[in-house]
């Protein structure tokens, strides 16, 4: 069955640094997500993404971060400065045209910022 | 606002009970669609259901079941004779359909304990 698959599955990195996280979502998919969610808390949308734009941002999206998808299948997300409450679990989700708002989503990575 | 509403923090039960997630969402929008997600202790998000807004038929999956009221703006998920691998947290989302890409909103989640 195909699935959405994120790596790494865990990064950590010192405060002030640069983290990229790598996304393949299904390949038939045209719709692509970035969430995150704070231990313990909710899933938080960050951004969305299709026909290589940015489709809608959260307030979260800050000039921090941004998206790609360099060779059409990955689809990434850099954050050029990490702070420590940028430690969360990333989700990387995909839907298909025709399956409006099914999103799956990758096992995430969790990014630890020291 | 989008605003989805999952009232209980924590539920503990024993296997073999039946156990009601509630949910209860905002929306201004007469279109949308209504989701579940589990999340187990490994992490990852497994998509469960998702409930266009015209259709508020009760859905059953196996031991599974979703009632969605629009009523009371309800989308509440029951899962019958539980068993210990339901432990997980469960979200209950909303997205607004108009457009292909439009975001999920979860809730705060309902973490469900099964005791052997």
């Known amino acids: 069955e195909p699935e959405v698959t994120q790596t790494p599955s865990h990064q950590v990195t010192q405060m002030g640094q640069e983290v990229i996280l790598r996304c393949v979502p299904i390949s038939n998919h045209l719709y692509f997500y970035w969430y995150r969610q704070i231990l313990g808390q909710k899933v938080e949308f960050l951004v969305s993404f299709y026909n290589n734009e940015i489709s809608e941002k959260s307030e979260i999206f800050d000039d921090q971060f941004s998206v790609e998808r360099p060779d059409g299948s990955n689809f990434t997300l850099k954050i050029r400065s990490t702070k420590l409450e940028d430690s969360a679990m990333y989700f990387c989700a995909s839907s298909a045209a025709g399956m409006e708002n099914i999103q799956y989503f990758g096992a995430g990575t969790r990014l630890s910022v020291l | 606002a989008q605003k989805v509403t999952q009232a209980q923090t924590e539920i503990s039960v024993v296997e073999k009970e039946d156990v009601t997630l509630d ?17 187990p202790p490994s992490g990852e998000l497994v998509f469960l259901i998702r409930r266009n807004s015209f259709d508020e038929q009760n859905e059953i999956s196996g031991r599974y079941s979703w009632n969605f009221q629009k009523s009371t703006s309800s989308f509440n998920f029951t899962i019958t004779a539980s068993q210990v691998v339901d432990s997980a947290v469960y979200f209950c989302a909303l997205s607004e359909a108009p457009n292909r890409d439009d975001k999920i909103i979860f809730g705060k989640g309902t973490r469900l304990h099964i005791l052997p």
Request: hydrophobic share 25%.
């Open chain 2, 23 to 39: 949910c209860v969402y905002e929306t201004r929008d007469t279109t949308y669609y209504l989701f579940w997600y589990k999340q």
